[in-house]
């Protein structure tokens, strides 16, 4: 779980590189996870019995999952959104988000 990592690495080490990294590759894995875990998507009310890798049916599941532990931790949820953005305007014309240089 890409999304898990991503915020074990946060907690550990902060605004980080290693951090912002691995961030970048939950992002890249599934990129609705964020959506939901900020609340720009309302999560359904009914959560997947089963989903696909990639899928929004595994966004939701990984996000309801792990919605917790991102929220009980401070700055996690802001820090993603601002990583998230960069990203995705370094990523213009490629296949997937990007490290902000």
Request: aromatic share 10%.
């Amino acid at each position: 779980m890409q999304w898990a990592r991503a915020l074990r690495v946060y907690q550990a080490s902060g605004r980080t590189r290693a951090a912002e990294i691995a961030l970048v590759e939950a992002m890249y894995a599934n990129l609705l996870v964020l959506f939901y875990l900020t609340g720009i998507e309302e999560m359904p009310r009914d959560i997947p019995k089963s989903y696909a890798i990639g899928s929004e049916e595994e966004a939701v599941v990984t996000a309801d999952y792990l919605w917790q532990a991102w929220e009980a931790t401070p700055g996690a949820l802001d820090w993603a959104a601002e990583i998230a953005v960069k990203a995705l305007k370094a990523d213009e014309g490629t296949s997937g988000p990007r490290l902000p240089l």
